[in-house]
């Protein structure tokens, strides 16, 4: 399953931990394994599990609690609008409603026709003061307008 390249950095992150400890290493051996497609196969996570020396069912516990593993396919870019009170109250809801309209969505999301776009609503990104706030593929979009996050969009479809 790893490629030459990911088998290398494999090889690096394990350096980092105890030989007896391979366990550790779950978390950035799983974002090593997404990196490329976005989402985790059944292989990705059974190749995950035999380098860790742990059970497939200890990797899927750690993908079930941390929303940032993804077990179904998504777009190249999954864009994470939090919606949490403290957020609506700075206009979260309406501006995630207005984003899902402009790329063609139906709330709650989903992912756009071209397969570049995943959006959903999420609860809390901790950026509550810098609402509406966005995560795009762990990197944070703050005080956004829509003419700002259609730039950012923009920008993300020039990249491909």
């Avoid at 051996?29 to 599990?49: F, G, M, P, S």
């Avoid at 079930?64 to 777009?75: D, Q, V």
């Avoid at 994470?80 to 999301?109: H, I, K, M, N």
Wanted: net charge negative; proline share 5%; with cysteine.
């Amino acid at each position: 399953m790893w490629t030459q390249q990911e088998q290398q950095e494999l090889t690096q992150i394990l350096k980092k931990y105890p030989a007896d400890r391979k366990m550790s290493a779950v978390l950035p051996a799983l974002y090593l394994a997404q990196r490329e497609k976005n989402w985790l196969t059944d292989e990705d996570i059974e190749a995950v599990a035999e380098a860790l020396d742990i059970s497939p069912t200890h990797v899927h516990s750690v993908i079930g609690f941390y929303t940032l593993f993804r077990k179904e396919p998504t777009g190249k870019y999954l864009i994470q609008v939090c919606t949490d009170l403290p957020c609506a109250l700075r206009g979260a809801e309406a501006f995630y409603q207005r984003l899902c309209q402009r790329l063609g969505l139906s709330p709650p999301g989903g992912t756009t026709a071209d397969g570049l776009f995943t959006v959903e609503e999420v609860v809390c990104i901790a950026a509550c003061d810098k609402a509406p706030c966005a995560q795009i593929n762990l990197e944070y979009y703050e005080n956004l307008t829509d003419e700002q996050m259609d730039g950012v969009i923009e920008q993300l479809r020039k990249q491909g």
